[in-house]
């Protein structure tokens, strides 16, 4: 969807819809890519992302995360063509004590993480020309995410307990499309080999907890305003399936020395989408 909304002028963006692509069918996908017409490069922003449910649903969640981007990767070889694969900071045990680099050997912790290493994986191997983008914590004005969340729970629970042992670098999903889509014509024109391949960790400037980023929420969205109480707890509060890393902070020093960019720091981006919300859905 944010891409889309940057799309206009010289640049078509084609988005495959659940209906029109099913991507747990390998042989739909290679026809997608390779019966379409003219392309300059291929995105894959889909994924399986129920990251408890992963653990009962493995299956589909290894068809949708490692078996369909490695489908795309080898039409995309067939043809010459780029592609950009989305993937996530929670291929880490999050047990390292600083930030990870694209270097780090990766440890996943459940199903969801393990199925999108398989992914990454699949896609370089079979790609000589692929950008699997990490990214982290992701919010937006559109669908289910942290900052939706806690919007809704401010509005039923009278005391709001939050995670304070987590930290990542919160990531807006609209400025990782504005990367993506003024790279694109770099992308489209690098050869295989160049420094622009390979992992890349793609986050916003600026680190927190889900706490400190929850405190962020009520500050920018209710202006003059008291914020709901909120209470920090640790992560053993909120048993789940699956077991949630502690420290998922991406090093972005590789999107500097490639790419000779930063993103925003992340406070700054949560303010621009607050702003895309509409007023009942800030302050119900």
């Not at 963006?13 to 390998?26: F, G, K």
């Not at 629970?157 to 995670?163: A, C, N, R, S, T």
């Not at 048993?239 to 925003?264: H, I, M, Q, W, Y």
Request: proline share 7%.
């Amino acid at each position: 969807r944010e891409m889309l909304a940057l799309a206009g002028g010289a640049v078509e963006i084609t988005a495959l819809s659940r209906a029109q692509l099913d991507l747990t069918d390998t042989d739909a996908i290679a026809r997608a890519i390779g019966e379409a017409g003219d392309l300059d490069l291929v995105l894959n922003a889909a994924a399986y992302t129920a990251v408890d449910r992963a653990e009962a649903e493995p299956d589909l969640a290894y068809a949708v995360n490692a078996r369909a981007p490695a489908a795309m990767a080898r039409a995309c070889q067939a043809r010459a063509l780029p592609l950009v694969h989305i993937s996530t900071d929670m291929v880490f045990s999050g047990t390292k004590s600083g930030p990870y680099v694209e270097s780090d050997a990766p440890a996943p912790l459940h199903v969801y993480g393990a199925s999108k290493l398989v992914g990454e994986m699949a896609v370089l191997e079979a790609c000589d020309r692929a950008l699997v983008a990490r990214v982290s914590w992701l919010f937006s004005a559109h669908g289910q995410n942290f900052l939706q969340m806690m919007l809704k729970l401010a509005q039923t629970q009278p005391v709001l307990k939050v995670v304070d042992d987590q930290r990542a670098r919160p990531t807006a999903s609209a400025d990782v499309a504005a990367f993506i889509f003024s790279q694109a014509q770099r992308l489209a024109r690098a050869p295989a080999g160049a420094p622009e391949w390979g992992l890349l960790h793609l986050v916003n400037g600026g680190e927190a907890s889900r706490y400190e980023m929850a405190q962020a929420i009520f500050d920018l969205a209710w202006p003059g305003r008291a914020p709901p109480v909120m209470q920090p707890v640790p992560t053993s509060t909120f048993p789940t399936p699956a077991r949630r890393a502690l420290n998922c902070v991406l090093d972005t020093g590789r999107l500097k020395s490639v790419f000779g960019l930063e993103l925003r720091p992340w406070r700054e981006a949560l303010e621009d989408t607050l702003e895309q919300l509409a007023p009942a859905e800030v302050s119900l």
